[in-house]
């Protein structure tokens, strides 16, 4: 828009010649100076909304390309130039007004009073006056809105010069190849309330919300004030749910005891082992572990086991925050976030886990660098000998190798392990943080559902990794097979208690069934005793006291035993109290039958689909169909596409050629981790499912939650409160009402402990309808009678020979790329040894001639 130039039309004015005056005239040239301000108002006005309407292009940065430094430059001169014809253009029409007015007094004092009119005179005055006064709002409004905007901006956290930074910085990363999906974000089972609440994604682009309505209208001043008192209310409620996260993740709801400790005991001060004779865990008024003992020996592998919702994660978090006080001597890590974005390249990020090593090379690159740019100090000399003895005592050299060789297995291959952690999504990411902790080999190393995170390939390799595990290992996993080859002991979690299982998981369970036959003889056999003694006439509370007094003492040497330790302060006096009725627990899963629909009732026709420039082309050109009878398991290496076959199945993604048809009647029931993300926070599973579904009753609702291994508490607890497996269970009841035609799971066992997987393969194996089925599980795949499908190679193809023919497949391509990258590291590693010992060689002789 070309602003009007204001200056050429005063000029104009000044040459037209001086017109006769008339009598009777003074009101006629009063007049025209009036009508003559209003016409220049009225021009004004015009420009003001010619000026406005740049200056929003302006600030709205709709040009993109403002990379030269040089236009960069003009354009704030001229915002400058703008702002100071703005601030002063009313100030010069006030001055013009107010002078004509002054020139048309001094002519008029001379001529004579009889032509002289008052009340035109003040007429005219009145309506300059008016003039001026009008000029005087329209600056204030704009001033105001100029206020309002700023402060939007500031509530947002808008600024245009980080808008621009971040655009060059976009500009830059627009060639690299990204790895994984953009909504792969690492698996957790954390509550919502544990998560981080920072999440405010700022939104690119200007906000044209503030200036124009939904209707396309330019906004009025009231109304925009009404929209930023909306959205400020929006931001409070926002700030508010973010404080309560953070006060949630900070511990607030979590309260942890345990025995007394003696810091200066010596035992406690060296030893390796962690004995805790009593401690209590609750998390939001629920008790999780009471009076529990802790046991565990160093360099054993345990598995620790039990229902959803019993407090496995919460245990370690508890460790992890030190809120459970372990043995000096015992440093732990808990691999639960994925390392930071950044510039860092993958195995840097896994090398700079060991600070020391790390330290000392930077120092050793420092030294060296002064030393080769002719810096003669002889301390520097020393010292630079001192770094290399200490970095050749701790085996430096071989720890780049060992970084990539876990990377190489968790997944990356060599060019991955090059490229920054920013180009990984999330879920590869916690790959990265995975091994860092596999790198740093910590004394006790805690992993929450780590094959969650990991494809067929990588869950082989780790599973074969940690077979090899010297120090100590506390693993949280529903994997039923990885928990057989890896843990040489379970801890399973009963009657809010700890109890310990020697061997693997197959030998927990014939244990733990063993178990609960004997409690259950013990408990009739008490029962009987206490019907017995009410028979006789005792009460029901003289009747319980005597089955406690007549249970069985210990023997006098532990009596004496645990007397002491009461005495001491590390134990506390156990109460006597009967057995309870031993309970097991069950999960029931039901996905109702469905009427069968005609065929096709999904078709995909030669879809070609990649999420942008940046990544790579997932599917070129793939076929298949999908009916009613179909039951389909999807496997495939992590980034092959396997997510993304199911988003194109359920239209969350439209294929970039080809098409997708799908059945009109069809109802499909999907199953991922954002659908549980999803959940409304605010309320609980029973409100939530009977908004959804108002025919079933309140009754009802809470019978299904039940059988899906919802305890009854947490009906009644709001979503956000809830862990992942049992906000899953809430997601699993909601598929069942929905009476499906097809089910798309995206990795269902991530949430759910091993007895809700059992259900869930009764389920499936049970449903009349058509399974789509993603899913790293080799009980699921081996279990489910469903063909088995491989992604891979841009393709999705039927594998005929069978899961175990594929795992063979998987071993031998492993062995073979590892024997690969043995060779290349190999020869990388006597390079680099023969590099030092020539520099050596270099720095004795400098010392030498000194």
Request: glycine content about 6%; aromatic content about 6%.
């Amino acid at each position: 828009f070309a602003l009007p130039d204001s200056e050429p039309e005063e000029e104009e004015e000044e040459e037209d010649p001086p017109q006769p005056v008339k009598k009777g005239g003074k009101n006629k040239k009063k007049n025209q100076n009036a009508f003559a301000f209003s016409e220049s108002e009225e021009e004004s006005e015009k420009e003001e909304e010619e000026e406005k309407v740049t200056e929003e292009l302006d600030n709205l940065d709709i040009n993109e390309d403002d990379s030269d430094d040089g236009k960069k430059k003009k354009k704030k001169d001229k915002k400058k130039e703008k702002k100071e014809k703005k601030k002063s253009k009313l100030e010069k029409k006030l001055d013009a007004a107010k002078a004509e007015l002054d020139d048309d007094d001094e002519k008029n004092d001379g001529e004579e009073d009889e032509e002289m009119d008052e009340e035109a005179k003040e007429k005219a005055k009145k309506k300059a006056e008016k003039a001026a006064k009008k000029a005087e709002k329209e600056a204030k409004k704009a001033r105001k809105a100029e206020k309002e905007a700023k402060q939007l901006a500031k509530l947002k956290g808008e600024d245009g010069g980080d808008a621009k930074e971040k655009g060059d910085e976009e500009a830059e990363d627009e060639d690299a190849v990204m790895y994984g999906a953009p909504d792969d974000h690492a698996w957790t089972d954390t509550s919502a309330a544990l998560k981080d609440a920072d999440k405010n994604k700022k939104d690119d682009g200007p906000d044209l919300s503030l200036v124009y309505g939904p209707d396309g209208k330019k906004l009025s001043n009231k109304e925009r004030k009404k929209l930023i008192k909306a959205r400020e209310a929006a931001a409070r409620a926002a700030e508010y749910e973010k404080q309560a996260a953070k006060a949630s993740a900070e511990g607030a709801q979590f309260a942890c005891s345990q025995t007394a400790v003696n810091e200066n005991d010596p035992q406690w001060q060296n030893s390796l082992d962690i004995n805790i004779p009593s401690f209590t865990i609750s998390a939001a008024g629920k008790v999780l572990f009471k009076d529990a003992q802790f046991n565990i020996s160093h360099g054993r592998r345990y598995g620790l086991v039990g229902p959803n919702g019993k407090g496995k994660s919460t245990l370690l978090k508890m460790i992890a925050s030190k809120d459970l006080i372990l043995p000096p001597r015992v440093d732990f890590l808990y691999v639960e976030q994925e390392v930071e974005a950044d510039n860092t390249p993958a195995v840097d990020a896994v090398l700079r886990a060991d600070k020391i090593r790390w330290n000392l090379l930077e120092e050793e690159k420092t030294l060296s660098a002064a030393i080769d740019a002719g810096d003669e100090d002889p301390k520097k000399f020393s010292r630079l000998q001192e770094v290399l003895d200490e970095l050749n005592t701790i085996g430096a050299s071989a720890a780049e190798a060992k970084a990539r060789r876990i990377l190489f297995g968790l997944g990356f291959d060599g060019e991955m392990q090059t490229k920054p952690t920013k180009m990984f999504s999330g879920g590869w990411r916690m790959r990265i943080s995975l091994a860092r902790a596999l790198f740093i080999e910590p004394t006790l190393l805690m992993l929450d559902e780590p094959t969650n995170h990991l494809d067929l390939d990588a869950v082989i390799w780790l599973d074969n990794y940690l077979l090899g595990w010297k120090k100590t290992l506390l693993i949280v996993s529903h994997d039923q097979d990885f928990l057989n080859s890896v843990c040489d002991e379970i801890l399973h979690i009963e009657d809010l208690k700890l109890a310990s299982y020697r061997g693997n998981y197959d030998s927990f369970k014939k244990a733990e069934a063993t178990k609960l036959k004997q409690q259950q003889k013990d408990w009739e056999k008490q029962e009987k005793r206490l019907r017995e003694l009410k028979r006789q006439g005792n009460s029901k509370a003289k009747a319980t006291e005597a089955v406690k007094k007549n249970k069985r003492e210990p023997g006098a040497r532990s009596a004496k035993k645990q007397k002491e330790a009461i005495a001491s302060g590390q134990d506390t006096a156990a109460m006597k109290e009967l057995i309870k009725r031993p309970r097991e627990y069950t999960v029931q899963i039901n996905f109702p039958d469905v009427a069968e629909l005609s065929r096709p009732v999904m078709e995909v026709n030669q879809v070609a689909f990649r999420y942008s420039e940046k990544h790579p082309v997932i599917f070129n050109h793939i076929d298949f169909g999908i009916d009613m009878d179909s039951r389909i398991c999807v496997v495939g290496p992590n980034g092959a596409g396997k997510s993304t076959l199911l988003k194109l199945l359920t239209g969350e993604i439209n294929p970039v050629t080809g098409e997708v048809k799908r059945n009109p009647r069809l109802r499909m029931g999907i199953y991922n981790q954002h659908f549980v993300d999803r959940l409304p926070m605010q309320k609980t599973p029973v409100e939530h499912l009977r908004d959804r579904y108002q025919d079933e009753d309140y009754q009802s609702i809470r019978n299904r939650l039940g059988k899906y291994g919802l305890e009854g508490h947490a009906h009644e607890v709001t979503m956000r409160d809830l862990s992942g497996g049992q906000k899953a269970r809430v997601v699993f009841v909601d598929l069942s009402l929905q009476r499906p035609h097809i089910l798309l799971l995206d990795e269902p066992t991530n949430n759910l402990d091993i007895e809700t997987i059992d259900a869930l393969i009764k389920a499936i194996n049970e449903f009349n309808g058509g399974i789509v089925c993603v899913t790293h599980d080799q009980r699921l795949i081996d279990e489910c009678d469903c063909e088995l499908w491989v992604v891979e190679d841009q393709d999705a193809k039927k594998w005929v020979a069978g899961f175990d023919d594929y795992k063979d497949k998987i071993l031998t391509k492993l062995e073979d790329q590892a024997a690969k990258e043995e060779q290349m590291r190999t020869a990388r590693l006597e390079a680099s040894a023969k590099e030092k010992e020539e520099k050596l060689a270099r720095l004795k002789a400098k010392l030498g001639k000194k």
